[in-house]
């Protein structure tokens, strides 16, 4: 069955470094892939996406590369700051008409002054 | 713009009681999906609204769960009657019409607990 993981372990940094989260899939051919952050009590809220014929792409401190040979995104925090601090969801989408995301567990990222 | 609400934002029942759970999309979002989150599990996938259509309702765990969508704007998740393992927080989300990989915007959730 179709599978995500994700770094199961909180990943704990200090302010300034950049902080890199994995997401690991099998038995999935995805169309795209997209990052997700949620905060304690709130709902995932999108960051970015990729598409798999992509290899990376970045928005300000925010990089994510797609490798689907390896079945595998990496996602990357530069400069991190405190307020980075959250967890982060990888997530899958097929080519179908269905608009179905397939989640990881998620990363927590704990940035400390 | 006001984003994807939901109501209640907690819930708790006995087992054998019904639920009935709400979702407001963004206005003009013709897509709205409901999602759920066990407890220390991955968020999963419910179904999904195409307007008042059900485009995909391959993750609903059985027929005690019945969603709805009428009129193609508001949408109902109804549990009944509930179960222990029904517990969790359940997210709704809604996007634009068309194409892959349009942004899905969720709610806050509404957190269930069964009794």
């Known amino acids: 069955s179709q599978k995500i993981e994700q770094n199961s372990e909180a990943l704990n940094i200090q302010e300034g470094k950049t902080a890199t989260l994995t997401c690991n899939y099998t038995?999935?051919?995805?169309?795209?892939l997209q990052w997700y952050r949620q905060d304690p009590g709130r709902g995932p809220v999108f960051l970015l996406l990729?598409?798999?014929?992509?290899k990376e792409k970045r928005k300000e401190r925010l990089k994510v590369t797609f490798d689907t040979t390896l079945k595998q995104s990496l996602f990357h925090i530069t400069a991190s700051q405190p307020a980075d601090s959250a967890t982060y969801l990888c997530?899958?989408?097929?080519?179908?008409?269905?608009?179905?995301?397939?989640f990881g567990q998620g990363t927590t990222l704990q940035v400390k002054p | 713009e006001a984003g994807v609400t939901q109501f209640p934002s907690h819930s708790v029942i006995e087992k054998g009681q019904t639920v009935t759970l709400r979702c407001d999309p963004i206005?003009?979002?013709?897509?709205l999906y409901w999602y759920r989150r066990v407890m220390g599990k991955e968020i999963k996938f419910l179904l999904h609204?195409?307007?008042?259509?059900?485009?995909?309702e391959s993750g609903m765990p059985n027929n005690r769960f019945l969603a709805e969508r009428t009129g193609g704007t508001y949408s109902t998740l109804k549990v009944q009657p509930a179960e222990l393992e029904d517990s969790g927080v359940y997210f709704c989300?809604?996007?634009?019409?068309?194409?892959?990989?349009?942004?899905?915007?969720f709610g806050p959730g509404t957190r269930l607990l069964v009794l």
């Open positions: 997530a899958l989408g097929g080519s179908s008409n269905t608009g179905k995301l397939i």
């Open positions: 990729i598409r798999e014929n992509e």
């Open positions: 989300a809604s996007s634009q019409a068309g194409g892959l990989g349009r942004t899905q915007y």
């Open positions: 609204f195409v307007k008042e259509s059900k485009q995909d």
């Open positions: 038995n999935y051919s995805p169309a795209y």
């Open positions: 206005s003009g979002h013709d897509n």
